[in-house]
């Protein structure tokens, strides 16, 4: 019984954590944007759900994507809201926005997040994450 107990412990202690495999990811060092600006953010209304967009996919006021005038199809951006620090990672998928002085238009769901819906407008710091890979 002492030697099963022995062994108990040896195991615990000594040979598990030795054992143990990298479940997790882990971040050696943080993901750098490709390139920051600011500019003022717009949403769209559940009038476009269903739409199509520039690139042909269907607009959903839930998805996690947005309107730019000249950035790729398909490049990842992570708006930040400055006055709170939410973010959130959109995908370009249309082109706009088309009123003079907005840099990007969002779908609901990504105003939400921010917190963005009541002030129609808001400032947003705009992060390049990655651009498309070329087919």
């Known amino acids: 019984m002492i030697w099963a107990a022995l062994r108990w412990v040896l195991l615990m202690f000594l040979i598990a954590p030795v054992m143990e495999a990298p479940l997790v990811a882990h971040l050696s ?5 490709i ?11 559940p009038g476009f ?9 269907m607009f959903s006021t839930e998805a996690l994507t947005a309107a730019h005038p000249n950035l790729p199809f398909g ?6 809201n400055p006055r709170n620090g ?14 003079e002085g907005r840099e990007i238009d969002v779908s609901y769901r990504v105003a939400r997040n ?3 819906i009541h002030a129609g407008v808001s400032q947003v710091r705009l992060e390049l994450m990655q651009l498309p890979q070329k087919r």
């Open 86 to 99: 939410k973010f959130v990672l959109v995908r370009i998928n249309d082109r706009g926005p088309y009123q």
């Open 35 to 45: 390139k920051t600006w600011t500019g003022n953010a717009s949403w769209y209304g």
């Open 114 to 116: 921010l917190d963005l």
């Open 75 to 80: 490049s990842l951006v992570r708006l930040v």
């Open 49 to 57: 759900n269903g739409r199509k967009t520039a690139n042909g996919e």
């Open 29 to 33: 060092q943080s993901i750098k944007p």
